[in-house]
């Protein structure tokens, strides 16, 4: 399977949307959707990692769920402008900044 970057898999998405999806759905109409999608990979989360068990029919779809959630968030980056790329490595410098020392220094993590 191939590896793209995330500028690859945002142009990927803005593509599909314009051949296929006709238009993005509204901004507000993606937050809901997200967080509807976050919902069903949180259900399979606590089915596979936690106490609740799988209902009968029901799959452990946990990749096709994450990727769900990763679809939304990058019509929502398209449609604001975020360039995912670049604020992902903008978060990974600032939580390194900001974070150089407290997980070493946190027992808890031990």
């Not at 191939?2 to 109409?29: H, M, N, P």
């Not at 398209?78 to 900001?98: C, M, P, S, Y």
Request: with cysteine.
């Amino acid at each position: 399977m191939e590896s793209i970057s995330l500028k690859s898999a945002q142009d990927k998405v803005d593509a599909w949307i314009k051949e296929i999806g006709v238009r993005y759905f509204s901004e507000l109409t993606n937050t809901a959707m997200l967080m509807e999608e976050v919902g069903e990979l949180a259900r399979v989360m606590a089915r596979k990692f936690g106490e609740q068990s799988f209902k009968e029919g029901e799959e452990e779809n946990l990749e096709e769920e994450m990727a769900d959630v990763l679809w939304v968030l990058i019509c929502l980056a398209n449609q604001t402008g975020v360039d995912l790329e670049t604020a992902f490595l903008k978060n990974i410098e600032k939580k390194t900044q900001r974070d150089k020392d407290r997980h070493k220094n946190n027992p808890k993590l031990y």
